[in-house]
């Protein structure tokens, strides 16, 4: 059961070592500029590998539960998906299993990988566990700790950690198969949260110290994305690097601009360079790039969170 890019090498490799009888997935939903149906990429997964796909609207459909019943799966494996009602989880002989992408009981919630590259943490992991009927409480199977990288996006980082799933799927099943799986009750405390992000989160408050900022740029990449307010709109921010972290200037001015080297902005501490941006209707480009078609000059203000400009 799952939906995105990132449960895909789990769902192939889970195929190649395990007879899997059906996959669960989203309907099929109209997406880009053409608004066509586009089925996710668990589904296009699947049909390579010749699985029947359910698609339903609503997990609790009785024609639904149905069809998961004639499936008959000893196992249900879980990644990247919505919260599955009691009926459901409750169905196989041994259990329905989730890979989440933390060490929990740290980051529980839709958004464990971004979360954790936006706070600046420099590891991360994966979890297997069993599904309950409290979000991502159950007994954990197993983890495997994820290093990293001081300048690696959610993107860059989740396409390292579905690699990494892949192989502890796989490993997961192999020990509920053989009955040798462990079951580790969660720590009751409570990790650092992790919800869905919401796209106000993205514009930058250049009152943050540098590195904060960084952080966020790369946790917001690719998706919802960072962003800044200048004169002509709103301004995608991909990739920054940070120039210094004691340095002073005016929040959101920008400090150097160059048609060669690109341009930095001051944060409330330290300096930022804006590697990659992209203007409203345009696509990426570098910071020179954006310097020499829009002739930004320092001493420009970019708008902070909550400010209007006229």
């Given at each position: 059961?799952?939906?995105?890019?990132?449960?895909?090498?789990?769902?192939?490799?889970?195929?190649?070592?395990?007879?899997?009888?059906?996959?669960?997935?989203?309907?099929?939903?109209?997406?880009?500029?053409?608004?066509?149906?586009?089925?996710?990429?668990?589904?296009?997964?699947?049909?390579?590998?010749?699985?029947?796909?359910?698609?339903?609207?609503?997990?609790?459909?009785?024609?639904?539960?149905?069809?998961?019943?004639?499936?008959?799966?000893?196992?249900?494996?879980?990644?990247?998906?919505?919260?599955?009602?009691?009926?459901?989880?409750?169905?196989?002989?041994?259990?329905?299993?989730?890979?989440?992408?933390?060490?929990?009981?740290?980051?529980?919630?839709?958004?464990?990988?971004?979360?954790?590259?936006?706070?600046?943490?420099?590891?991360?992991?994966?979890?297997?566990?069993?599904?309950?009927?409290?979000?991502?409480?159950?007994?954990?199977?197993?983890?495997?700790?994820?290093?990293?990288?001081?300048?690696?996006?959610?993107?860059?980082?989740?396409?390292?950690?579905?690699?990494?799933?892949?192989?502890?799927?796989?490993?997961?099943?192999?020990?509920?198969?053989?009955?040798?799986?462990?079951?580790?009750?969660?720590?009751?405390?409570?990790?650092?949260?992790?919800?869905?992000?919401?796209?106000?989160?993205?514009?930058?408050?250049?009152?943050?110290?540098?590195?904060?900022?960084?952080?966020?740029?790369?946790?917001?990449?690719?998706?919802?994305?960072?962003?800044?307010?200048?004169?002509?709109?709103?301004?995608?921010?991909?990739?920054?690097?940070?120039?210094?972290?004691?340095?002073?200037?005016?929040?959101?001015?920008?400090?150097?601009?160059?048609?060669?080297?690109?341009?930095?902005?001051?944060?409330?501490?330290?300096?930022?360079?804006?590697?990659?941006?992209?203007?409203?209707?345009?696509?990426?480009?570098?910071?020179?790039?954006?310097?020499?078609?829009y002739r930004i000059d320092p001493g420009t203000l970019l708008a902070l969170p909550g400010m209007h400009r006229s």
């Amino acid at each position: 059961m799952g939906t995105s890019e990132f449960a895909a090498p789990i769902l192939r490799a889970l195929h190649e070592r395990h007879e899997v009888t059906a996959v669960v997935t989203r309907p099929d939903s109209c997406r880009g500029r053409g608004l066509q149906f586009t089925p996710s990429p668990v589904k296009v997964a699947a049909l390579e590998c010749g699985i029947t796909v359910l698609d339903p609207v609503t997990l609790d459909d009785p024609v639904f539960l149905v069809a998961l019943r004639e499936a008959r799966a000893e196992l249900f494996f879980v990644t990247a998906f919505r919260i599955l009602p009691p009926a459901v989880f409750t169905m196989p002989p041994f259990g329905t299993v989730n890979l989440h992408g933390s060490l929990l009981p740290d980051y529980r919630g839709a958004a464990p990988i971004q979360r954790a590259v936006i706070n600046g943490d420099s590891e991360t992991g994966l979890t297997t566990f069993y599904i309950e009927e409290t979000v991502d409480t159950g007994d954990i199977i197993l983890t495997e700790r994820v290093p990293i990288g001081p300048d690696e996006t959610a993107g860059e980082l989740a396409a390292r950690m579905r690699k990494i799933g892949a192989a502890l799927a796989v490993r997961t099943a192999d020990l509920v198969e053989a009955g040798t799986n462990p079951r580790i009750p969660q720590p009751k405390r409570a990790g650092r949260p992790a919800p869905k992000l919401r796209k106000e989160e993205g514009w930058i408050d250049w009152r943050r110290d540098a590195r904060s900022i960084h952080n966020l740029v790369r946790g917001m990449n690719p998706e919802p994305g960072a962003f800044t307010v200048w004169d002509r709109g709103m301004l995608k921010i991909h990739r920054t690097r940070v120039v210094d972290e004691e340095s002073a200037g005016t929040p959101g001015t920008v400090a150097e601009a160059s048609p060669t080297g690109g341009f930095s902005v001051w944060c409330g501490r330290g300096k930022l360079a804006i590697l990659q941006t992209q203007p409203p209707g345009k696509r990426p480009m570098d910071g020179a790039a954006f310097v020499r078609g829009y002739r930004i000059d320092p001493g420009t203000l970019l708008a902070l969170p909550g400010m209007h400009r006229s």
